[in-house]
């Protein structure tokens, strides 16, 4: 089945400065690729996607860019802000599912320092 | 709109105890989930449905039941609690489902249960 890596599991910036978060996962067939923000006591919620037809897809502040061929892809965050202290994780889809074929990775807790 | 509800929002039970956790979603969304997280293992899948009247194992499906009441309700049971099930569950619901047909899914805050 499909497996996810993420790093780092912790990430430490200044407010301001830019974060970035890497995925790899294993399965060639993977076509979606979202990623969730999650905050203190609250559900992951979904943040920005992409799908492997696209190399890359911005939304103010945060981008997302994806490798099919090394099958990595990243999450950019720029002029963080305090506001951004969570954990994000990414996903990826297996071949042949939905969202129940989901795979997260073990999530990134970003630390904005002030 | 409240979205995905889930309760109770805290547990704490004996081991050997049973409960059940209730979720229901106002979107009326085809497809509901349960998952786990735990520290430094990420967002596991214990079952989901697809649709009303179907329920399938997700990755880690042991030591649980669930049942789709109707389209609104999934519920998850832990017939004989274990310490290893000391963890934070969530309940998600997705418009989408089925093959490449991936869509967001919307979370509940979780239920923080502990097992002694």
């Known amino acids: 089945g499909e497996n996810v890596e993420q790093h780092p599991s912790t990430l430490s910036v200044q407010e301001g400065d830019s974060a970035v978060i890497k995925c790899t996962y294993s399965d060639s067939a993977s076509n979606y690729f979202p990623w969730y923000k999650q905050e203190l006591g609250k559900g992951p919620q979904l943040i920005i996607d992409i799908r492997s037809n696209v190399g890359e897809k911005k939304d103010q502040r945060i981008a997302v860019t994806l490798n099919k061929t090394a099958k990595h892809f990243s999450l950019h965050i720029t002029e963080t802000q305090p506001e951004d202290s969570a954990v994000y994780f990414c996903a990826a889809v297996a071949s042949g599912g939905g969202a129940d074929g989901l795979t997260f990775g073990k999530g990134t807790h970003l630390i904005i320092q002030p | 709109n409240a979205g995905v509800t889930q309760t109770p929002k805290f547990q704490v039970l004996k081991t050997g105890q049973s409960m059940t956790l209730q979720c229901a979603q106002d979107m009326n969304h085809n497809s509901m989930y349960w998952y786990r997280q735990d520290p430094g293992m990420g967002l596991r899948l214990i079952y989901y449905?697809?649709?009303?009247?179907?329920?399938d194992k997700g990755e880690v499906p042991n030591g649980y039941n669930v049942s789709r009441l109707n389209k609104r309700e999934f519920s998850l049971r832990l017939e004989s609690a274990a310490p290893s099930q000391t963890s934070v569950y969530f309940c998600?619901?997705?418009?989408?489902?089925?093959?490449?047909?991936?869509?967001?899914?919307?979370f509940g805050e979780g239920s923080r249960l502990t097992v002694l």
């Open positions: 998600a619901s997705s418009e989408a489902g089925g093959t490449y047909n991936t869509g967001e899914l919307f």
């Open positions: 449905s697809a649709s009303e009247g179907t329920t």
